[in-house]
């Protein structure tokens, strides 16, 4: 089961700021987050919206994100 977990607002103002959308990944190094031009969403990825742009998250990665 994934937890509840919310953005921080400093991510929120920088998707917003880059009018791009993004997605939220896993790495060898840890999470990353990366323009969809570079990469593309999956079908399994959690959809948040920022403004006018979607963060993508990797279900796989969900589960790590807390905010302390």
């Known amino acids: 089961m ?3 977990f919310s ?3 400093k991510v929120r103002a ?3 700021k880059s009018g791009q ?3 939220l990944s896993t790495s060898p190094d840890g999470p990353v987050l990366l323009p969809l031009g570079e990469f593309s969403p999956k079908s399994s990825d959690m959809k948040i919206l920022v403004g006018g742009n979607i963060l993508y998250v990797s279900k796989l990665q969900a ?3 807390k905010k302390n």
């Open 2 to 4: 994934i937890p509840a």
């Open 7 to 9: 953005i921080d607002e």
């Open 14 to 16: 920088y998707v917003r």
């Open 21 to 23: 959308d993004f997605r």
């Open 63 to 65: 589960k790590y994100i």
